[in-house]
């Protein structure tokens, strides 16, 4: 079976740029649901494979970690 984007459950427009900020030039991973998230690809690929509430928690959690330092001299 082909996976095509339409199969893919997508996120909104606010989510995907949200992320894309969030994850941009970070070298201190961001943690949800136990697993660290260092890249853009990486979080919205994990995103993607939940179901629709499990996805909305864990956006949920990463959004809470967006003030936390992005960088190690940060910390």
Do not use: C
């Not at 909104?12 to 969030?22: D, F, K, Y």
């Amino acid at each position: 079976m082909t996976v095509t984007k339409e199969d893919e459950p997508a996120l909104t427009r606010t989510q995907n740029r949200l992320l894309r900020r969030m994850y941009n030039g970070r070298s201190i991973p961001i943690i949800a649901d136990g697993k660290p998230f260092l890249t853009y690809r990486d979080a919205t690929q994990y995103l993607r494979a939940l179901p629709p509430l499990a996805r909305d928690a864990a956006y949920a959690e990463m959004k809470e970690q967006e003030k936390a330092p992005r960088h190690a001299a940060e910390a």
